[in-house]
């Protein structure tokens, strides 16, 4: 089993930023993808962005040129700074992993969640 446990989430201004963090740990063989989603009340969960064991990254429009994701393999660790933030940036931010297990099949894992809110 893998687990993912997220930190960093909180309120903030608009124009604050934020960094979110998030731990991967259990018994693995590698992890391929990493990424970030979030939720906003009535709303399905939608991609932020994403980035591949060799950094390559993937950005959601809303949030091109104000989110930089970024992973530490080593410490199977995916960060989230959000800068600029917006009210529309508010949501139930998701962590996820696809992990690569010890028979060689991958796998979908999630965080349980961290509220973002953006507010004056």
């Known amino acids: 089993q893998v687990q993912l446990v997220e930190s960093g989430g909180g309120s903030v201004q608009p124009g604050g930023s934020l960094r979110l963090s998030c731990a991967a740990s259990?018994?693995?063989?590698?992890?391929?993808?990493m990424g970030w989603y979030r939720q906003a009340p009535g709303n399905q969960r939608e991609l932020v962005a994403t980035i591949t064991r060799g950094a390559t990254t993937n950005y959601a429009d809303s949030v091109k040129g104000r989110f930089t994701i970024s992973r530490d393999n080593a410490k199977n660790t995916v960060y989230l700074q959000m800068d600029s933030l917006r009210a529309e940036d508010t949501a139930v931010y998701y962590c996820?992993?696809?992990?690569?297990?010890?028979?060689?099949?991958?796998?979908?894992?999630w965080g349980q969640g961290t509220q973002v809110t953006v507010s004056s």
């Open positions: 996820y992993a696809n992990v690569r297990m010890w028979l060689l099949n991958d796998d979908d894992y």
């Open positions: 259990g018994s693995f063989l590698s992890i391929n993808f």
